[in-house]
């Protein structure tokens, strides 16, 4: 006859039956709570998430929501361990299982706040400093790889690994992997050193060699170039600081020099007031600043003049439009003073020897339909 009292009385692995039923609830029971607290914790961060505004608890928030369920279930089993009786060795295993299962965890939640920072510094920095948002994304990278860096040694640290051994013979193999991977490492030095020294940044318009492009990305490796007909230029970073850059991003102002030729048959009255007139089509620009305008030389069939002035906007689009304007109101002002300007002329002058002598060829020539004999 079965004998229930027998049954639980019975010891199995130093604990009776009802011991064990006992730490089957009890972890369930934990399980159960975290997961409806994560639950709880994710649709609160959703609420926040909905708002325009930054919340003081949003990060911590979303922190929180990236618990794992692996980890809730380590928890929970240790939990309904504590109501169990065990050898001392089997509770230091259970410690170290649970104790490396919090580096990791903690490791998560590490990233996950990072990441969340980052997000709203490259938010705000895209409205106010455009170095910071090309730099973020290398700082996140290193922060993480030095985050995962510190959760291993831990947890090799709990199995009772060496780590100072393990230390000294990655050191000994880094180098070796370095000599390996140099190219590599180059890159990521040069992209430390565009995040550091910020010779440019997302936006900037660079002319590097015979490429040019907007600044699309700052990676790891690479930075990407979206050129002006659309296709994407992609750049190792050592490369890029190796060569001559051109940064029109950082540009306040465009200096603008233009030429104009006017003929020699022009009065000398009219030519001294070529300039005070182009200075008075510059200054009625908006956005002009005028410099000089003076007639430079003899050229080789007009007077050449030379004017500079500068465009106080770097956008090419109104230089475009400002030196358009000033074209069509400059050929006005030579329209109404009566003065035109010079076009390619070129003239042959012949000695009247040499023009005796042609004319005495012509004559020699055959006539059409003649044949010379």
């Known amino acids: 006859m079965f004998d229930l009292d027998a049954m639980m009385t019975r010891s199995l692995l130093q604990n009776t039956p009802l011991q064990w039923l006992t730490a089957v609830v009890v972890a369930l029971l934990v399980y159960l709570a975290l997961i409806a607290a994560r639950r709880f914790v994710r649709r609160y961060y959703a ?43 089997l509770g230091q295993i259970a410690n170290s299982i649970i ?32 170095a910071m948002a090309g730099s973020l ?41 370095a000599l390996a991977v140099q190219n590599i490492l180059g890159d990521l030095f040069a992209s430390l050193s565009i995040t550091l020294d910020r010779p440019f940044v997302v936006g900037d318009f660079l002319i590097v060699d015979e490429f040019l492009g907007s600044v699309e990305y700052i990676g790891i490796k690479s930075t990407r170039l979206r050129s002006l007909s659309g296709e994407q230029i992609i750049m190792s ?6 060569s001559r850059v051109r940064n029109y991003g950082r540009m306040a102002e465009r200096r603008v020099v233009f030429a104009n030729s006017f003929p020699y048959d022009t009065p000398i009255d009219k030519i001294e007031r070529i300039p005070g007139i182009i200075k008075e089509v510059i200054e009625s620009q908006p956005l002009t600043r005028f410099d000089r ?23 090419y689009n109104k230089y475009a439009d400002t030196q358009q304007a000033i074209n069509l109101q400059l050929h006005r002002a ?19 020897s040499t023009l005796a002598a042609l004319r005495d060829a012509s004559k020699l020539a055959p006539r059409a339909g003649e044949q010379s004999v």
Do not use: C
């Open 334 to 352: 030579m329209e109404q003073m009566g003065v035109k300007f010079a076009v390619p002329v070129q003239r042959l002058l012949i000695d009247e």
């Open 47 to 89: 609420r926040f998430k909905e708002t325009p505004r930054e919340e003081l608890l949003e990060i911590p928030l979303q922190v929180l929501s990236r618990t794992t369920s692996f980890s809730f279930f380590v928890w929970a089993l240790y939990a309904g361990f504590q109501t169990l009786t065990f050898s001392p060795k």
């Open 237 to 242: 970073n050592a490369d890029l600081l190796g």
């Open 293 to 315: 305008s003076h007639f430079f030389r003899h050229g080789a069939g007009a007077f050449e003049f030379e004017t500079v002035y500068y465009v106080l906007s770097p956008d």
């Open 137 to 177: 994304g290398i700082i996140g990278f290193i922060v993480n790889v030095v985050i995962w860096s510190l959760v291993l040694l831990l947890t090799l640290d709990n199995l009772g690994v060496d780590i100072t051994a393990l230390i000294a013979g990655l050191g000994i193999g880094g180098i070796a992997v």
């Open 99 to 130: 104790t490396i299962s919090l580096f990791w965890q903690a490791g998560i939640w590490a990233v996950a706040a990072v990441g969340a920072w980052l997000d709203r510094k490259r938010r705000r920095a895209l409205e106010v400093d455009r």
